[in-house]
C-alpha cells in the first residue's frame, strides 16, 4: 500500500503527464464501480505514482499556499481534469451538496492508515431466526468435556419454551465443591485458558474486544479522582498546548447604511392597499399544481379584496357585537399545507388588516406545537376548506383534541364562506410601530418550540434591508422553492414581494419530490430574476437536469442560497454552477446569505459584476475551529474545511462577535464565536419568554474586562462564524449543531460530511424521491439529517431508463447529536440501513466510520446506531427531526437493528484507579473495646445459660429422642400439615404416626440397604412429610441423611448432574425416594445426562413393611454428625456442611426462643425444604418445639398464587415463613387482585411475624412493595422481616416476636466501594437503603473483622461479619478435606483484640454493627446487624469494590422491558445480562441505556451487554441469582442471546 505521504493532493494531481492523470482517473473509476478491490487500487496507484513521488512532494508544498489563497470559478476547477475524471467524481453513493474532493481524499487518507490493522473488535451476536434450540442442541457441552457431567447447560432450553421463569433450580458449575483438591478431575471448562474452552465464539469475540482496550487511549487526557463528599468527576482540562486565539478585540462591523425612500410605505399592509388598488390586475403569487404546471395565479387585487372580506369577518362575525370573539392584538393559528401559498397569503394579511397576530405553524397534532399555542393564548385557527377535511374527526365530525393542544374554534377562509364587508368599512392601518406583527415558531435544541415575536416595524424595515440588499425592482419575478410560512421563503415570497409589487411563483414541497427539476423549469419558462432555493434544491435539479436540456438560467440574477450558513454548501453551489453554466448560469449570480429566526436575515452576499472576480474562501483547520481559533490550515491536510462567505452585513445593521458560553464578551479577530446583530430588523422577544428573552433579545457586548460596549442590544444569531478580510462574513456552524466534547467544540455537519466520505452505498438506506424527506429548515436543531443522494450514473456502465431513475432517485439519511453521560457530551451517529444490507456489511461500515471520525476530529464516537429504513421521526418538510431522534434514544424507543458501543475508546474521565490502602492492623491502639476511638462492631443475642426452660433440654440431647418422648406423652399431636394447591390438607402426621413411619424407614435401612451407623444416605423427595418421615428413619438408624432436590422432569438434562454430583460427593450408600421419582432415576431420558447404572441402592419407601428395629441408634456424643447440608451458593459453588447433633439442638432451641414457639402455636411454612433455614424449620423445629407446622410446597403456588395468603387466613396464622421467590411471585402475580382478595375474605391482620428466609442482604424494595400491596387487606408493615444465615451458620439472624423493630439506614455508594460506610439522609444521590437482617439469635455473637487483616473494626465500619455460636456447622464435608479451609473458615482468632481467643466461623458476608438509640429486650442499646453482601460475589474493578445487586438494581429500572438482570466480571470486563419480556426489536435499546446508567451511577465501563429471554438467568431455590453459573453458560455460548454487544 502506498504511503499516505506520497500520495498527491488534487493540485498535484493536475502537474501530472496527461496519461498518468488518465490512468489514476480509470483506475479511479473501476474502484467506484466495484471492479477492482481497495487493495488491488492502492497497489496499482502506488505503482503509477511512485515514479513521480519526489515531485509530487515538491508540488504539493510549492502549491499548498497558492491553494489557500486561490479563488478560480468552479467551473474552471472542475473543467481542468479529464471528462471522464469528472464522470467518476459525480458518480460517487453520496449527495454532492456535501461533495467536496479535499475532504474525500482526506477521510480515505485517514482509512487508509487503518487498512492492514483489521478491526480487532468483534461483531455483535444476533439470533437469527426465532427458532430456539431444542435442549439437546442447546445444552450440547464442548466435546472435550469429562465426567461428572457439566450442569452450567440449564435455562437455555427451559427459557426457550415459556417465557416464564422455570422452577429454581440450584446449578452448580460442574464440579465446582468447596474445599476440592487442587489436583482432582473437573470440568475442562476450567481447565482451559482463563476458564474458557477453547471452541467458544462468545470467548474469542471477547478476547478480540480485550485486544482492542490494549491500545492506549488517544489523546492522552488527565485523570483524578476527588474522594469522599467531593468525589464529582469533572471533564479533564484541556490540552496546554491547544491553539489560542492572538488577534486584537474585533469592533462591530457595520453594514451600509438604510437608503431613504421618499415613497415607501410607512406599514406592509399600505404598500398592499396601494397595489391592491392601483396595480389590481398585476400578478402576486402563483400555484402550481402536482404536475409542476401553473395552476392559479393570484393579483393583487384579489389579494387585497379577500384579504379585507377575511380581516372584517374576523372582527365582526365570529362573536356578537358586545362579545366579538376577536380582537386586535388577539393571536390566531394559521394551519395550511406546504402546497397551498394562496391561502396562506390571503389568511396572513387578513389578520394584518384585522390586527391581530398570525402565528403560521407546521404539523396539526404536534404536542410541542399545542405548548406554543397554549403559551400565547391562542383559540382560534384558520385554515382552508380541503385541509379541514383533512384533519382528524371524532365520530361527531368534531376535530379531534391533539394532544397538548388547548381547544380551538377552527374557522374557513375559503371565500365562500366569507363576509363582504360595506362599502363605508375599512381597516385600520397606522404606521408601522414595535407592536407585534406575526410570531414565527423556532424549535430549539431540545425539541422545545418557541414563538419568535415581530414587531410591524421589523417586518417593515427587514423588507427595506432585503429590498436594497437585493437590489428588488417592480414587476420581477421570483420563484420560491422554500416553505412559504416561515424563515426567507416568507421574507422573500410573501413580504418583499407585496413591498415591491413583485410576482412569486411558489414551488411546493410536494411537486419538488415528483418533478426535482420544476423550478428551474419556472425560472426558464418565466425568466425569472431571482430564485430561492436551499443546497437539496440545487442537487435535486443536477441529479434531474438529463431529463430536459433546453432549460435557460440566464435571466436569474441572483440565486440566493439560503442554507448557506451550511459551511458544506460550497460544494453545493459549485457543482451546481459548474453543470448550469453552460444553460446560463452566471457565476457572480449565486448569493449565500445567513439567517436565524431571532435575527432574521443576518448577511447576504450581493449580487456581482459580471467579470469581476469572485469572493475568496477560508481554508480553515479543523483542529483549529473545535478550539474556537481560526487558523489557515497548513499542516494536516487530512482536516481542513473549506467555507464560503455569506457577503455582508445587512443594509442598517451591525454585527459582532461574542464568546459562545458565558458572558457575551467580544471576540478576537482570530476567534471563532456567536454571530450578534444590532439592527430594526430582528425579533424582539420569545412570546411568553422573558428570561430567555433577555439572554438572546437584549445581549451588551462586553470587553475583556467586562465592561460593556456601548449601549446598544444585540440579538443572538444562533450561528457560529467570524468577520472575514472587507467584512466578509463566514458561517462555520450553528449553536444548534454545537457538540462540546471535553472542551472541545465539534459541528455535527461536519461529523455527517466525514461520515459519508466513508464507502456507504452497502450499508446506509437510500430512499426514493417519493418517500424522501428534505432537510430540514433553518429554525431546527443544527445537526440534522442530511439528505445525501447519489450523483449522475456513470456513463462506462449506462443503465436502462426506468433502473437509472431508480438508482439516482435516493438518499443517505443520518443524523448526528449529542447526549449527556458522566459529566461530559457524547457523540450519537444515526443512520438509517438499507433493507438488504448484511450485518457483516453494516458492521463494517460502521468500523469504517469510527476510523474516519476519529482520525479526521480527533473525537470518539460514543454510540453509532443503524435504524430500518424509513423510521427516523420526520419533520413536516422532511427532515430528520433530531430532538425526537434523540428523545427516542434516550428513552430506549428508537428500535436500531444494528449498535456499536464505543465508552472504552471515548470516556476518558473516569475516577483514577483507587489504591488501596492499610487498614487497622495489629498495632492499633486498643483501649478496653475501642478500635482507634471507637467501639468495636460487635454485637450479641441473648444469652442462653441464663434463658430458664423445661426439663426438655436436660432430659434429651439428641431430636430422635424429643420424637420419642412426643410420641409417647401427645401420641395424637399433630406436627405437620401439608396443603395441596386447593388448599386443601392431603397428609397430616401426629407425634405417634411420624415415629412410628420413621421407625419402618429405618428397618428397610438396616434390612435393603445394609447400612452401618455413620453412612450417607441422600434423600430425594418432593415438598412433603414423607422427606421428614425419611430423616427421622435416618437418625433412628443411625445414617447421616442428605437432603437432594429431586430433579425436573421437563429437564433433567439440566438439573440431574447436580442430583448425581451432590450423590458423588456426599459417598452416599443409598438413595431413599418414592416409586415416581426411582422409576425418573432410572429411565432412558436420565441415562442421556447421567450415567445411571453407577447409582448407589435405590430404595423405594412408598410401600414400607410393618416391622421396626429392635433398638434405636443413639449416638455416643452430641458432637456426632447429625446430617449434611448441601447448597449452591449464589457464586455457583456447591458446598456440604456438617450439622452435628449439639449444633441442631442448639439451633432449633434458638428458633424456639426467638419465635416463642410453643405447643399450642401454628405456623405456615412456604420454603424449600433442602437446605439451611429453609430445611430447619420444615423438619426439625417443630418436633423440638411441639407446634404445629402447616407446610406449603412454593411449586403450589404456580398453580394457585392464593394459596399462601389464603391459608394463613383460614388457619389464623401469626407466624409465616417464606422465599423471596414466593413474595415476588405474590408481588406481580397479586399485585392487581387485591379487591379480588377481599371478596375472598382473605384478611392478614392476624400476622404477627412474616418472616423472608434468605443468605444475602434484604430487598427492601421488594419488603416494602409486598407491605404496601397487601396493607389493605390487614397486613401490617412492622410484620415483615428477613433473616440472614450462610453455610457456616444457617440462622444468625431471626426477627422473632420481640424487641425492637427492624431498624433501616441509607448509606453512601461511593464509600460502600471503598469499603468505607457513610450514613446519610434520605434523598442523598448515590445512596442505598439498607435493613436490618432481624434480630440476633440468643446465643450468637459477631464480630465485624477486616477480612485481610483479620482484626476487628469500629463501629458502623465494613468488614467481614464473623460468628460464634452452638449451632455453627461443624465443618464442610468434601471429598478432599483441606484442614487449611476448614481451620480459616470455621475454627479462625481474630488477630489481636481477642483475650479470651474465641474461634469464630467466617460468614463471607460484608456488613456492619450499628449501636442504635433503641433498647433491645436486655434493656440495654440495641446493636444492629446490616448485612451489605457477599464477599465472594464482589467484583473488584478499578481498585473499588462493587456489589452485583447494586449495578443490577441500577439496569432494572432504566427500562420496562427489563425483566430480570444480573452482573459478572471476566477478565476484567464487566458483562450485564438483562431478560428481556418485551418485543425483540427493543433488544438493541437496552444495550445503550445499559451502558449510560452503569457510567453515570457506578463510573465503570460495562465491556458486554447480552440480551436473553426471560428465565434465562438461573435463581436458586432462596430466589437467588447464580451469577456464576450464568457466567460459565455464557462463555460455552449455551445461552441462546437475543444480542450480544461487545462495547468498545
Given at each position: ?36 478491490t ?5 497497489k ?29 470559478a ?29 475532504h ?22 444476533k439470533?437469527r ?49 468447596k ?21 467458544s465464539?462468545?470467548?474469542t ?5 480485550l ?15 476527588v ?21 486584537r ?6 453594514g ?15 404598500a398592499?392597499q ?13 400555484a ?20 379585507l ?11 356578537t ?26 389568511a ?10 398570525p ?13 406554543l ?24 365530525g ?6 397538548g ?6 374557522v ?28 414565527e ?21 427587514h ?8 437590489n ?36 411546493p ?32 435539479a443536477?441529479?434531474a437536469?438529463?431529463d ?5 438560467l440566464?435571466s ?8 448557506g ?51 475568496g ?16 490550515n ?51 422577544m420569545?412570546f ?19 465592561s ?23 458561517v ?31 450499508t446506509?438506506y ?6 424522501l424527506?428534505?432537510v ?5 436543531a ?9 450523483s ?12 437509472r ?6 438518499s ?13 457530551e ?6 438509517e ?22 482520525s ?22 422532511g ?32 475516577p ?15 483501649v ?41 406423652a ?16 392431603v397428609?397430616?402426621a ?23 451407623a ?19 428413619g435416618?437418625l ?33 450408600a ?20 447421567v ?7 435405590i ?41 452435628s447433633h ?29 437446605c439451611g ?10 418436633v ?25 387466613n ?5 407466624d ?11 408481588t ?5 387482585q ?30 416494602q ?28 439472624c ?12 441509607y448509606?453512601d455508594?461511593?464509600?460502600?466501594r ?13 445512596s ?11 446465643g ?26 452452638p ?20 475454627n ?16 463471607g ?58 452482573v ?7 458483562v ?33 451487554v ?7 438467568i438461573p435463581?436458586?431455590s ?11 453458560s455464557f ?14
Open positions: 500500500m502506498a504511503e499516505r505521504g506520497l500520495e498527491p493532493s488534487p493540485a498535484a494531481v493536475a502537474a501530472l503527464p496527461p496519461e498518468v492523470r488518465a490512468q489514476l482517473a480509470e483506475l479511479e473509476l473501476e474502484l467506484s464501480e466495484g471492479d477492482i481497495q487493495k488491488g487500487y492502492e496499482k496507484r502506488s505503482k503509477l505514482l511512485s515514479p513521480y513521488s519526489p515531485q509530487t512532494q515538491e508540488t504539493d508544498s510549492a502549491v499548498q499556499k497558492e491553494l489557500r489563497n486561490q479563488t478560480p468552479p467551473s474552471t476547477a472542475q473543467t481542468s481534469a479529464p471528462s471522464k475524471y469528472h464522470r467518476t467524481r459525480s458518480g460517487g453513493a453520496r449527495d454532492e451538496r456535501y461533495r467536496s474532493d479535499i474525500t481524499e482526506a477521510v480515505q487518507a485517514a482509512l487508509a492508515k487503518h487498512k492492514e490493522q483489521k478491526m480487532a473488535l468483534p461483531m455483535p451476536t439470533r431466526s426465532t427458532f430456539v434450540q431444542s435442549p439437546a442442541d442447546a445444552c450440547t457441552p464442548p466435546e472435550n468435556f469429562s465426567a461428572p457431567p457439566d450442569v452450567t447447560t440449564t435455562t437455555s432450553s427451559s427459557s426457550s419454551s415459556s417465557s416464564i421463569r422455570p422452577a429454581n433450580i440450584d446449578l452448580p458449575p460442574s464440579g465446582i465443591v474445599g476440592m483438591h487442587k489436583g482432582s478431575n473437573r470440568s475442562s471448562l476450567m481447565d482451559t485458558a482463563d476458564g474458557v474452552p477453547v471452541s465464539r462468545v470467548s469475540k471477547i478476547q478480540q474486544l485486544n482492542t482496550l490494549k491500545r492506549p487511549k488517544r489523546p492522552p487526557l488527565k485523570e483524578f479522582f474522594d469522599d463528599s467531593e468525589e464529582i468527576v469533572e471533564v479533564p482540562q484541556p490540552d496546554p498546548n491547544q491553539p489560542k486565539p492572538e488577534g478585540q474585533m469592533t462591530p462591523v457595520k451600509e447604511p438604510l437608503g431613504v425612500i421618499c415613497n415607501w410605505p410607512p406599514a406592509l399592509e399600505s398592499l396601494r397595489w391592491g388598488t392601483t396595480q389590481a390586475k398585476c400578478s402576486c403569487l402563483t402550481l399544481d402536482m404536475t409542476g404546471k401553473p395552476v392559479y395565479t393570484l393579483t393583487y387585487g384579489k389579494l387585497w379584496s379577500r384579504s372580506k377575511l380581516a372584517y369577518t374576523l372582527l365582526n362575525k365570529l362573536g357585537k358586545n362579545e366579538p370573539v376577536l380582537k386586535p392584538g388577539d393571536r390566531v393559528a394559521l394551519v395550511y399545507p406546504n402546497n397551498d401559498p394562496v391561502m396562506f397569503m390571503v396572513f394579511y387578513g389578520c394584518l388588516l384585522a390586527e391581530v397576530i402565528v403560521p405553524i407546521e404539523d396539526a397534532g404536534g404536542q410541542q406545537i399545542g405548548f399555542l397554549g403559551s400565547c393564548g391562542i383559540a382560534l385557527a384558520l385554515t382552508s376548506e380541503v385541509c379541514l377535511k383533512g384533519l382528524p374527526k371524532t365520530q361527531n368534531e376535530i379531534v383534541q391533539f394532544k393542544w388547548p381547544r380551538l374554534k377552527w374557513v377562509t375559503d371565500s365562500k364562506y366569507l363576509s363582504k364587508p360595506p362599502k363605508d368599512w375599512q381597516p385600520h392601518i397606522s404606521p408601522a410601530g414595535t407592536e407585534p406583527a406575526y410570531i415558531y423556532k424549535t430549539s435544541k431540545e425539541g422545545s418550540v418557541m414563538g419568535v415575536t415581530v414587531s410591524r416595524l421589523a417586518m417593515l424595515s423588507c427595506q434591508a432585503l429590498s436594497q440588499a437585493c428588488y425592482s417592480e414587476g420581477e419575478t421570483i420563484v420560491n422553492v422554500l416553505d412559504f410560512k416561515k424563515d426567507a421563503g416568507l421574507w422573500h415570497g410573501m413580504f418583499a414581494n407585496v413591498m415591491n409589487k413583485m410576482h412569486t411563483i411558489s414551488v414541497y410536494s411537486v419538488m419530490k415528483t418533478c426535482p427539476l420544476s423550478w428551474v423549469q419556472r425560472v426558464h419558462a418565466h425568466k425569472a430574476k431571482v430564485a430561492l432555493v436551499k443546497c437539496r434544491d440545487l442537487h435535486w443536477m441529479m437536469h438529463r430536459q436540456r433546453d432549460v435557460s440566464s436569474l440574477r441572483m440565486l440566493i442560497v439560503t442554507d450558513a451550511n459551511p458544506w454548501s460550497v460544494s453545493s453551489c459549485d457543482a451546481f454552477l459548474s453543470l448550469f453554466q453552460s444553460h446560463g448560469l452566471k457565476p457572480e449570480a449565486i448569493c449565500p446569505c445567513a439567517t436565524s429566526a431571532e435575527a432574521m436575515t443576518v448577511a447576504i452576499r450581493r449580487p456581482g459584476v459580471p467579470g469581476a472576480p469572485l469572493p474562501r477560508a481554508i480553515l483547520s479543523m483542529n483549529g475551529l473545535s478550539y474556537g481559533v481560526i487558523r489557515v497548513t499542516e494536516d491536510k487530512n482536516s481542513a474545511l473549506t467555507v464560503q462567505d455569506v457577503g455582508h452585513v445587512m443594509p442598517g445593521g451591525m454585527m459582532c462577535i461574542v464568546k459562545p458560553d458565558g458572558p457575551p464578551q467580544l471576540c478576537k479577530t482570530d476567534e471563532i464565536g456567536e454571530i450578534c446583530v444590532s439592527s430594526r430588523t430582528g425579533g424582539m420569545y411568553g419568554l422573558a428570561g430567555v428573552t433577555k439572554n438572546t433579545f437584549e445581549v451588551i457586548p462586553v470587553n475583556s474586562a467586562g460593556p460596549v456601548g449601549d446598544v442590544p444585540f440579538i443572538r444569531s444562533g450561528l457560529l462564524g467570524f468577520v472575514g478580510p472587507g467584512s466578509l462574513v463566514f462555520v456552524g450553528k449553536m444548534d449543531g454545537l457538540l462540546m466534547v471535553s472542551g472541545r467544540r465539534h459541528n455535527a455537519d461536519d461529523i455527517v460530511a466525514t461520515g459519508l466520505a466513508v464507502e456507504a452505498i452497502k446506509v437510500r430512499g426514493r424521491h417519493t418517500g424527506l428534505a430540514p429548515q433553518t429554525c431546527q443544527r445537526p440534522y439529517l442530511r439528505t445525501f443522494s447519489l449522475v450514473p456513470s456513463a462506462r456502465k449506462p443503465l436502462p431508463p426506468d433502473l431513475v431508480a438508482r439516482v432517485l435516493t443517505f439519511r443520518i443524523a448526528v447529536f449529542s447526549v449527556s453521560v458522566f459529566y461530559d457524547r457523540i450519537v451517529v444515526v443512520a440501513q438499507r433493507p438488504d444490507a448484511s450485518e457483516e456489511d453494516s458492521f463494517q461500515w460502521m468500523s469504517r466510520v469510527l476510523q474516519a471520525i476519529d479526521i476530529h480527533q473525537v470518539g464516537v460514543y454510540c453509532l446506531a443503524l435504524v430500518p429504513a424509513n423510521t427516523l421521526p420526520k419533520t413536516p418538510l427532515g430528520i427531526h433530531i430532538s425526537q431522534t434523540k428523545q427516542l434514544f434516550l428513552e430506549g424507543s428508537l428500535h436500531p437493528c444494528n449498535i456499536l458501543m464505543c465508552p472504552h475508546t471515548c470516556v476518558t474521565n473516569l483514577k484507579p483507587r489504591q488501596k490502602q492499610p487498614g487497622v492492623g495489629p498495632a492499633s491502639v486498643m478496653g473495646n475501642l478500635v482507634a476511638g471507637k467501639r468495636i462492631a460487635q454485637a450479641a443475642g441473648r444469652d442462653l445459660g441464663q434463658i430458664e426452660e423445661n426439663d426438655l433440654v436436660r432430659k434429651h440431647q439428641f431430636l430422635a429422642e424429643i420424637l420419642q418422648w412426643r410420641a409417647q401427645t401420641p395424637d399431636h399433630v406436627l405437620f400439615m401439608l396443603l395441596n394447591a386447593k388448599g386443601t390438607a397428609c397430616t401426629s407425634c405417634l404416626q411420624l415415629h412410628k413411619r420413621a421407625e419402618r424407614i429405618a428397618a428397610v435401612l438396616g434390612d435393603k440397604g445394609h447400612l452401618n455413620g453412612d450417607n444416605v441422600v434423600l430425594l423427595y418432593p415438598p412433603g412429610i414423607e422427606l421428614i418421615a425419611a430423616f427421622y435416618c433412628y438408624a443411625g445414617c447421616i441423611p442428605v437432603t437432594v432436590r429431586p430433579p425436573h422432569a421437563q429437564n433433567l438434562t439440566a438439573t440431574l448432574p447436580t442430583v448425581r454430583m451432590i450423590v458423588d460427593v456426599s459417598k452416599a443409598c438413595i431413599l425416594t418414592g416409586q415416581t421419582l426411582m422409576r425418573l432415576l432410572r429411565s432412558r431420558e436420565a441415562a442421556a445426562a450415567d445411571v447404572k453407577t447409582w448407589p441402592t430404595i423405594d419407601t412408598d410401600d414400607l413393611p410393618r416391622k421396626r428395629l429392635p433398638q434405636l441408634y443413639k449416638p455416643p456424643t452430641p458432637e456426632m454428625l447429625a446430617y449434611l447440608d448441601f447448597s449452591v451458593s449464589t457464586t455457583g459453588m456447591l458446598t456440604g456442611v456438617k450439622m449439639s449444633a441442631v439442638n442448639a439451633l432449633c432451641r434458638a428458633i424456639k426462643l426467638q419465635c416463642e414457639l410453643y405447643s399450642s402455636r401454628q405456623i405456615a411454612i412456604c420454603l424449600d425444604p433442602y433455614l429453609g430445611f430447619a424449620l420444615w423438619c426439625l423445629c417443630s423440638y418445639s411441639g407446634h404445629q407446622s402447616v407446610l406449603i410446597p412454593p411449586m403450589e403456588l404456580e398453580n394457585n398464587l392464593f394459596l399462601w395468603l389464603a391459608t394463613v383460614q388457619y389464623k396464622i401469626r409465616t415463613f417464606c422465599s423471596y421467590s414466593v413474595m415476588e411471585l405474590c406481580k402475580g397479586l399485585g392487581n387485591v379487591e379480588v382478595l377481599k371478596t375472598r375474605g382473605i384478611n392478614l391482620s392476624c400476622v404477627r411475624t412474616c418472616v423472608v428466609v434468605a443468605e444475602e442482604r434484604p430487598r427492601v424494595a421488594l419488603q412493595s409486598f407491605s404496601k400491596l397487601f396493607k389493605d387487606i390487614g397486613l401490617s408493615p412492622r410484620a415483615v422481616s428477613t433473616t440472614f444465615g450462610s453455610r457456616v451458620n444457617v440462622a444468625i431471626l426477627q422473632g416476636t420481640s424487641g425492637p423493630d427492624p431498624t433501616t439506614v448509606v455508594l461511593k464509600s460502600l471503598h469499603d468505607r460506610v457513610r450514613l446519610v439522609e434520605r434523598g442523598a444521590p448515590q442505598l437503603l439498607l435493613s436490618e437482617s432481624g434480630k440476633i439469635l440468643p450468637v455473637k459477631v464480630v465485624i473483622v477486616n477480612p485481610e487483616t483479620k482484626g476487628p473494626v469500629g463501629d458502623s465500619h465494613l468488614g467481614e461479619i464473623w460468628v460464634n455460636s449451632h455453627t456447622a461443624s465443618g464442610y464435608y468434601t471429598i478432599y478435606d483441606s484442614e487449611t479451609l476448614q481451620a480459616d473458615h470455621f479462625t482468632r481474630l488477630s489481636f483484640g481477642d483475650a479470651a481467643q474465641t474461634l469464630w466461623a467466617r460468614t458476608y460484608l456488613g456492619f454493627v450499628r449501636r442504635t438509640e433503641l433498647t433491645a429486650a436486655t434493656g440495654e442499646r440495641h446493636d444492629a446487624l446490616y448485612v451489605v453482601g457477599a464477599l465472594d460475589e464482589t467484583l473488584e474493578l478499578r481498585g473499588l469494590r462493587y456489589h452485583p445487586i447494586d449495578i443490577e438494581t441500577s439496569v432494572s429500572r432504566i427500562h420496562r422491558s427489563i425483566a430480570e438482570c444480573a459478572f466480571t471476566w477478565t476484567n470486563l464487566l450485564v445480562v438483562v431478560e428481556l419480556c418485551g418485543s425483540e426489536q427493543e433488544a438493541l435499546d437496552l444495550v445503550p441505556l445499559v451502558t449510560n446508567v452503569v457510567l453515570e451511577e457506578h463510573y465503570l465501563i460495562v465491556g458486554v447480552v440480551v436473553v429471554d426471560p428465565g434465562v435463581i436458586n432462596r430466589g437467588e441469582k447464580q451469577r456464576m453459573h450464568l457466567r460459565d462463555l460455552a455460548d449455551q445461552l441462546d442471546p437475543i444480542y450480544v454487544a461487545y462495547n468498545m
